[in-house]
């Protein structure tokens, strides 16, 4: 059974404090894993799609990273707008069955 | 832009209910899922479809059903509501026609809060 374990449950940062967010996950065939951020009240909204080990993706102060056990969120010089819960899930194949980590609350403090 | 369309945002039932939560796409997405997010148990799949009239059970399909008769939407039945479906349920939606599920993430909407009294 695929497992998703997200590190640390929550975070509180002061604004422009660099910090990362740890998923691991252990699945029978990564196809691919996604980070997503989630504001209070809404839908999870799409940031990454991660392929195989060593690969990384940017957006904004956003960095995500993979290794073959783990993916990294990393986050540059955080503004209050960052605040927000970062999911993150693994798709090991069939009809895209994806399972999610429970997802790491950050805070960001002015 | 991805759209992802939940009909309420909040319901209000009481036990023993059926309730109808829809779901509308317009992204010509092949697969359409239902999600259901707790607490400390983060989201788990309830009923998924990969095509018209098509539908699989996920990880947690008891006291649930769906129907997608047309291609953009996807609906969840609660045959008999209980206190313990009281939760936030997302619809999310991926893999354009022609696409491919490997590298095609899901697009959420943004939730419907039902609470069972």
């Known amino acids: 059974e695929d497992q998703v374990t997200q590190s640390p449950e929550a975070l509180r940062l002061q604004e422009g404090e660099s910090s990362s967010l740890n998923c691991s996950y252990t699945v029978s065939g990564l196809r691919g894993l996604f980070w997503y951020r989630q504001d209070p009240g809404k839908g999870p909204e799409f940031l990454f799609t991660l392929y195989s080990a060593g690969e990384e993706k940017e957006k904004e102060r956003l960095k995500a990273t993979l290794t073959k056990k783990e993916s990294f969120l990393h986050i540059t010089a955080p503004k209050p707008e960052d605040s927000a819960t970062y999911l993150c899930a693994v798709y090991s194949g069939g009809y895209q069955k994806v399972t999610f980590g429970i997802g790491t609350k950050l805070q960001v403090i002015p | 832009d991805v759209k992802v369309t939940q009909s309420s945002r909040y319901l209000v039932k009481r036990t023993g209910e059926k309730v109808f939560l829809e779901c509308v796409q317009d992204m010509d997405h092949e697969n359409m899922f239902w999600y259901r997010q ?9 009923y998924f479809s ?10 947690i399909p008891e006291g649930y059903s769906v129907s997608r008769e047309k291609k953009e939407r996807f609906s969840l039945i609660l045959e008999s509501a209980s206190t313990n479906q009281t939760s936030m349920y997302l619809c999310a939606s991926s893999v354009p026609t022609g696409g491919s599920s490997y590298n095609s993430p899901l697009h959420f909407g943004n939730g419907t809060r039902l609470t069972v009294t």
């Open chain 2, 38 to 46: 707790d607490p400390g148990l983060g989201l788990r799949l309830i």
């Open chain 2, 50 to 59: 990969y095509d018209v009239k098509m539908k699989e059970k996920g990880d």
